[in-house]
């Protein structure tokens, strides 16, 4: 209900009463609330619209470590690789404490899902290629389905070289064969 504004005295008109005094107190007091209204209102948009946590949860509350590392590795695309990493670190839990201590992973190329292995003889690269098949049902019912594809199986790398004063030229030495 609007009231009508105050109109000032006019000269040579009646002092003003009570009930007059009264209104214009009123209508001071009511605008007074209106202001006071509007001042609590805005506050209450700028803690709506400022980063500030309330009652309720939103992205910003804490969470768990591992939570969040999931979190990024999801928003990032990262699985198959945390995957294939952790392969790396568990190693021996995977293809057994024999295999482990002859052959080890080197790399892995995610977008041929290629599991590239070392191994510390030609017979350990052997055997590992022909357990190669069994090796990646194993590595993806670890890691997940279509992770790893193939395996790529190195044998040992060559010793290196050492040219000295006494060397003969054109021999190979110990550097001919393999393991």
Known sequence: MSEPAEQPP???AAEPTGADLARSALR???????????????????KRTGLRSGARSDGRDPVPLGAALNRLLTERGWESSAAVGGVMGRWPQIVGPDIAAH?????YDE??????????????????R??????????????????VR???VLGPAAPVRGYGRL???????????WG
């Open 10 to 12: 006019q000269p040579g």
């Open 28 to 46: 001071a007091a009511r605008a007074q609330a209106r202001q006071r209204g509007e001042q609590v209102r805005e506050k209450r948009e700028a």
């Open 103 to 107: 052959c080890s992973p080197t790399s």
């Open 111 to 128: 977008t041929a899902a290629v599991l590239t292995v070392q191994c510390d003889s030609t017979a350990w690269a052997t055997q590992l």
């Open 130 to 147: 022909w357990l190669a098949r069994q090796l990646v049902a194993r590595l993806n019912h670890e890691l997940g389905h279509g992770t």
């Open 150 to 152: 193939t395996i790529k």
């Open 167 to 177: 060397r003969a030229p054109g021999s190979k030495g110990p550097g001919d064969t």
